[in-house]
């Protein structure tokens, strides 16, 4: 299956600043079975963006529940996004709601592998750069756009500032070419089975049957 | 793989194994790696059979795929075929069935070897030292304390396991925690853990392989050592491991999916020679000093908002930087405490013992040796489920079963039960102190408020009503 392709996205950033953000946050479990009748999307950060989640009655404090970034596609996040379950609700709700990248000091490193595999970029930036495109963000009262640009690794800011970031290098081909990562990894077969045939002589015990 | 003379850097345990399985160099840092061994739950498996379906493939090599029913089940006994989670017995049907039809190694809920599956997968001889091995699951880092090479991954990524036996991966940095001195009483594995997140912080292993080492780590039993490794993700370490010594040796033998004969002794070859080099040199290393440790508690919603057992709960005006005193007000809140108030005055509605960190056999001993001849508090909604059904059946014929349920505590079947909220109402808004591994908001139900602790610490403080620390009932 091909997966879904960025090239780059200029739209609105809504700054959700607040460190160690684990998935159960982003995709609560009670939203994993409502997920299927609703599509993913309505459940991301359920528990703190409604005041009822079963209800869905909103939280108004809650920055995604404010104009403009009701519409916004990317998320300016602190560090270590992503901790903890390796659920990959956590990358598939965030794309629902409309998000194509994720900007942070640093994520989890299973969040940060099922981004690339649900079009969304997770860019990394020195934690200094991300406190300052938040506070840029928030003193226009978000109604300003950032540019994530995966073709170039370059984001833009509010002000036109230019940041260099890193993606790494299978993950920013996922997200280019939307490649089939099972046929990709197939094409390499021969490998494949070069290596099983030394591993069988070497570790023969690893093997069963 | 022995140390080569005279070589002017060696290697770490983690280098020698990650290199023994690569297939191909990819660039980047990037390496398609073999894996060993997959593990598949009735969450993110079952999510990866049903996508294997649609896509028309089968398992690449299905005797090195295992699934084991462990997230939905129902833990009340009686209930084996249901969830109390909506949807979720719809997924153990599927997964029964797919698993059947790809003729993959299955635990299903009555088979005796079904369990939480980081307990059964070094239970069962699927985890061994020295292999490659993944689940959809971030806990699998748990299974490093057999010296697997054992990471969690998401369900795209089980599903190019399932389809291939291999996976890309990025090459973590080498980090090493050595645990020196000696445990107190009243201080355990989970206690050393807690005490090092508190350390390095939540996002302290991102980007590492930590290896845990030292003489502690060397004299610690291999289910002490699944405890740590379990919540190396809980610092944003996706792998944690302490490489094989005699002890694991020994632990590992005679284990039905172990090798056996001649095999046995060419493994036993191999992973006496797997050792980090003496010279090898790490990206990081901290250090902790155990005898000063004392039982430690979490008061807040991250592991590493945790203090000792008999401290004050921190102010936030106090923490490192402004992100820190944010996550600390926030859980304040959350926790309803007030900063200052002494933990062992913080009164408790429930407790748990469960869940692939702290459900093994020698937790359920250590619970029992607290509850022996005590009783609950009343008001204390106590509940206790083995890690295993095999846990569960050693734990019966030891006699384990009748002390802990004695004192009050549900006696139930194995699963995942209430590490993470898959339904029942026990500890809505409760205030609970458990021995998992998460104390998330709304990880164990909403509005559930969480205190991680050892199993000991559970124990002692569901007989007071209060957290309570473990010295004053160990001898």
């Known amino acids: 299956m091909k997966l879904e392709q960025l090239e780059r996205v200029t739209g609105i950033a809504a700054p959700f600043m607040r460190i160690n953000i684990d998935t159960d946050q982003i995709a609560p479990t009670r939203e994993h079975i409502r997920a299927r009748s609703e599509g993913y999307g309505p459940g991301l950060f359920g528990e703190i963006r409604y005041r009822d989640p079963e209800t869905r009655e909103e939280n108004p404090d809650f920055v995604l529940n404010k104009v403009p970034y009701r519409k916004a596609q990317i998320l300016i996040a602190d560090r270590n996004f992503g901790c903890g379950s390796s659920r990959e609700g956590a990358p598939m709700h965030l794309r629902g709601f409309g998000f194509r990248a994720v900007v942070a000091p640093s994520f989890g490193g299973i969040f940060f592998n099922n981004c690339f595999r649900n079009g969304i970029a997770p860019v990394m930036l020195p934690e200094a750069d991300v406190h300052t495109l938040a506070r840029q963000v928030e003193e226009k009262g978000g109604h300003t756009q950032i540019t994530v640009d995966v073709v170039a690794s370059k984001l833009t800011g509010p002000d036109g500032k230019v940041y260099a970031f890193t993606l790494p290098a299978f993950g920013r081909r996922m997200l280019l070419e939307g490649i089939d990562e099972i046929e990709q990894t197939l094409t390499m077969t021969p490998e494949i089975d070069a290596y099983r045939q030394r591993d069988r002589a070497k570790r023969g015990w690893a093997w069963l049957g | 793989m022995p140390e080569t003379p005279g070589a002017a850097q060696g290697r770490t345990y983690f280098d020698k194994v990650w290199d023994d399985h690569v297939i191909a160099d990819m660039g980047d840092n990037t390496f398609l790696l073999s894996m060993d061994r997959l593990f598949l739950h009735d969450l993110s498996g079952s999510a990866a059979l049903i996508r294997l379906e649609q896509s028309g493939r089968g398992p690449a090599l299905k005797n090195h795929v295992f699934a084991v029913i462990d997230h939905v089940v129902d833990t009340r006994p009686g209930h084996r075929y249901d969830s109390p989670r909506p949807g979720g017995t719809e997924l153990m049907v599927s997964m029964r069935e797919l698993c059947n039809k790809h003729g993959l190694n299955f635990f299903d809920v ?59 991966q990025i090459k973590p940095k080498n980090m090493r925690v050595t645990y020196s001195g000696a445990l107190g009483k009243g201080v355990f ?27 502690v780590i060397a004299d610690m039993s291999v289910e002490g050592r699944l405890t740590i490794c379990n919540m190396a993700i809980e610092f944003s370490a996706k792998y944690g491991f302490v490489p094989p010594d005699e002890r694991t040796i020994e632990y590992v033998k005679g284990r039905p999916f172990s090798p056996k004969g001649a095999d046995w002794d060419a493994a036993v070859a191999y992973w006496r020679a797997a050792r980090t080099d003496a010279n090898a040199r790490f990206d990081r290393e901290e250090a902790i000093d155990c005898n000063t440790l004392t039982p430690q508690v979490t008061w807040g919603t991250s592991p590493q908002l945790v203090v000792g057992v008999a401290d004050k709960v921190p102010d936030p005006k106090q923490a490192a930087d402004a992100g820190v005193s944010v996550l600390m007000k926030r859980a304040l809140e959350y926790m309803k405490l007030n900063a200052g108030a002494q933990m062992t005055d913080v009164p408790i509605d429930g407790a748990f013992i469960g869940s692939c960190t702290n459900a093994r056999i020698s937790d359920l001993r250590l619970a029992a040796q607290v509850l022996k001849g005590r009783k609950v508090a009343d008001g204390v909604t106590a509940i206790c489920i083995p890690g295993s059904t095999e846990v569960k059946k050693q734990a019966e014929a030891e006699g384990l079963d009748r002390i802990i349920s004695e004192a009050g505590f549900q006696w139930r079947e194995s699963g995942c039960g209430y590490c993470a909220y898959i339904g029942g109402d026990e500890f809505l808004d409760k205030r609970v102190v458990t021995s998992t591994n998460r104390n998330f908001e709304n990880r164990q139900g909403p509005k559930t408020r969480s205190h991680l602790a050892s199993p000991a610490t559970v124990a002692a403080s569901a007989i007071r009503g209060r957290i309570t620390d473990p010295r004053e009932f160990l001898a």
């Not at chain 2, 748990?142 to 599903?159: K, P, Q, R």
């Not at chain 2, 853990?193 to 003489?215: C, D, S, T």
């Open chain 2, 189 to 215: 594995p989970k206690d050393m853990v807690l005490a090092l997140i508190g350390r390095i912080g939540a996002n302290g292993g991102i980007g590492y392989a930590v290896e845990f080492a030292g003489p």
């Open chain 2, 110 to 168: 009555d088979d005796p070897r079904q369990g939480i599956v980081h307990v059964v997968a070094p239970e069962q001889g699927v985890a061994l030292p020295g292999l490659t091995l993944v689940c959809g699951d971030s806990h699998t880092c748990t299974l490093g304390g057999v010296g697997a090479l054992a990471f969690g991954i998401g369900s795209s990524e089980c599903l190019h396991v399932l389809a291939t036996q291999a996976l890309p």
